[in-house]
C-alpha cells in the first residue's frame, strides 16, 4: 500500500481482556516495527521483525505481549490479560530494510483499557 | 547501548526567528542518528537522517541539522520559523548491533508564536 495502515485506530477494552493490534507495512519493505508510545514520552521500542522472524524482541515488557509476521507482510500484536498500564498509543512502522535508513511509521493505534 | 537526551522539553520562539531543537547521543558505535516530527493527531514524520555521510545533514521543510561527534550532539536549526512548524520533535538514535532497534528522546514542543 501507498503507507503503513494500522488497525484498529481506537481501541477500548476491559481489564483482563485480550485484544489484537494490526498492521499492514508499506509493500516490499522487509523490516516492520512496533513502538508503544505513553503520553508525554518519546515511542519505546518493542519488537522488530526481518522478514517472518522477530531479530529483536528485547523491548516486548513481559510474557503477555507477544507480537507474529507469518508471511513477511502483516503483523499483528497481541495483548493478553490486559492491564490499565497497558494504555498507550501502539506505533507500527516500516523499513526497506533493517538499518540506518529511518522509518515510515503508521498513526497508530490508541489502546484504553478499562 | 544507546541513549538520547533532548536538552529542552518546551521550545518557544516567535515566527520567522531561528529554531534551535538540542539533542546529545550516547552509542557504543558509529550512530546512524535521525530527527522526527509529530504534528497533533498526525503520525510521527521523518524529517532527516545522518548515517555518517556528510556531516550536515538537510532535511525537509527547510530543517538541517549537524553531526559532532566531538561534542556527542546532532541539533535541528532552521534559519526562520513558520506556524505550521509547531509540533513535537524527537531525536532518535540507532546502529551497531541494535540496527534495527531505534532509542527516540523524550520530545521537544516546539511553540510558535504570531
Known amino acids: 500500500g501507498a503507507g503503513v495502515s494500522q488497525t484498529p485506530s481506537n481501541k477500548v477494552t476491559e481489564k483482563g481482556k485480550y485484544v489484537e493490534l494490526r498492521c499492514d507495512p508499506i509493500?516490499?519493505?522487509?523490516?516492520l516495527y512496533w513502538y508503544r508510545q505513553s503520553l508525554g514520552q518519546g515511542p519505546e521500542f518493542l519488537i522488530y521483525?526481518?522478514?517472518?522472524?522477530?531479530?529483536?524482541d528485547s523491548g516486548l515488557p513481559n510474557d503477555r505481549f507477544f507480537a507474529v509476521r507469518p508471511e513477511g507482510s502483516v503483523s499483528t500484536l497481541k495483548i493478553q490479560r490486559t492491564e490499565r498500564g497497558d494504555s498507550a498509543v501502539y506505533l507500527c512502522a516500516s523499513s526497506l530494510n533493517a538499518g540506518g535508513n529511518g522509518y515510515t511509521f503508521g498513526s497508530g493505534t490508541r489502546l484504553t483499557v478499562v | 547501548a544507546q541513549s538520547v537526551t533532548q536538552l529542552d522539553s518546551h521550545v518557544s520562539v516567535s515566527e520567522g526567528t531561528p529554531v534551535l531543537l538540542r539533542c546529545n547521543y550516547s552509542?557504543?558505535?558509529?550512530?546512524?542518528l535521525f530527527w522526527y516530527v509529530q504534528h497533533p493527531n498526525k503520525g510521527l514524520q521523518l524529517l532527516l537522517k545522518?548515517?555518517?555521510?556528510?556531516?550536515l545533514v538537510k532535511g525537509i521543510n527547510g530543517f538541517e541539522a549537524e553531526f559532532k561527534k566531538s561534542e556527542t550532539s546532532f541539533h535541528l536549526t532552521k534559519p526562520s520559523a513558520h506556524m505550521s512548524d509547531a509540533a513535537e520533535y524527537f531525536c532518535v538514535v540507532s546502529g551497531g548491533t541494535n540496527a534495527g532497534k531505534s532509542t527516540f528522546g523524550d520530545g521537544t514542543t516546539l511553540t510558535v508564536k504570531p
Open positions: 509493500s516490499g519493505h522487509t523490516a
Open positions: 545522518y548515517t555518517s555521510a556528510a556531516t
Open positions: 552509542s557504543s558505535y558509529s550512530p546512524s
Open positions: 521483525f526481518q522478514g517472518t522472524g522477530a531479530a529483536d
